[in-house]
């Protein structure tokens, strides 16, 4: 809490937005200590949704906050201490949950990913074993009599032609190959993967979607506290679309 004497000659001159006309004086300030609240707001839809609500809610509660503030109330540390305060407001703690619901949201996708990976290896008897490992004996000679320029056009053919087992072999074994060879086709293996088998594929497509919903939801957050330590409100949040223009 600061405090400037008013019948102190010594006393320093503060500064207080249209305290005195220009907005110097000198006079008996003393902090108050008062209390700052933003309620959290209830969202409906998707949590990228009530993530993207929930900035919008603290924004503008933020706004309201600031331009209710008292002229001349506050010196300027005390100013900058009472804005801070809306850090710990339910506004902020309600977007900052809705964070954490995103990234909740992206790690049972990336979940969904690996065991739908994990089930394109169908495990089986020793008769099926025996399969396996006959179909990659044959099909590994192939791999290797082609160069470079050929080898991503046979990759694409043998998992679009091959049955559920037979895919579960390549899944396993076509990344350890091409990197062995050093041939960057590993992509070019999850492209035909996602395509081959469509419950892997969505599963892909949903992680992804919950990568760039939890990249924008950090950056947002990012940008309210930012505006908090700045003293200002934020001018706009990013969003999953402007999050697409910039990756293309």
Do not use: C
Not at 104 to 123: G, I, Y
Not at 130 to 143: A, D, E, F, G, I
């Amino acid at each position: 809490m600061s405090t400037v004497n008013a019948y102190d000659e010594s006393a320093p001159i503060s500064f207080g937005e249209g305290a005195q006309g220009n907005g110097y004086f000198r006079g008996s300030v003393v902090d108050p200590d008062l209390d700052v609240r933003a309620h959290a707001l209830s969202a409906k839809g998707s949590p990228a949704e009530q993530a993207d609500a929930a900035f919008a809610h603290a924004n503008k509660e933020f706004r309201q906050f600031l331009d209710k503030i008292p002229a001349g109330t506050f010196t300027p540390e005390g100013r900058q201490a009472h804005i801070a305060k809306f850090g710990d407001t339910g506004a902020v703690k309600g977007a900052d949950a809705a964070v954490e619901a995103v990234r909740a949201e992206h790690a049972a996708a990336e979940a969904a990913v690996t065991k739908a990976r994990a089930s394109l290896v169908k495990p089986g008897d020793t008769a099926t074993e025996l399969r396996n490992t006959r179909y990659w004996n044959r099909v590994q000679p192939m791999l290797n009599a082609e160069r470079s320029g050929t080898l991503a056009a046979l990759v694409d053919k043998l998992i679009n032609e091959a049955t559920p087992e037979q895919l579960g072999v390549l899944s396993e074994e076509l990344i350890p190959y091409l990197t062995a060879r050093r041939e960057p086709g590993t992509a070019l293996v999850e492209v035909a993967l996602r395509r081959a088998a469509p419950e892997y594929g969505k599963a892909i497509a949903r992680a992804e979607s919950t990568q760039k919903a939890l990249t924008v939801a950090e950056y947002n957050a990012k940008r309210l506290k930012q505006a908090i330590k700045d003293g200002r409100p934020a001018t706009r949040f990013l969003s999953v679309q402007d999050y697409n223009l910039a990756r293309r």
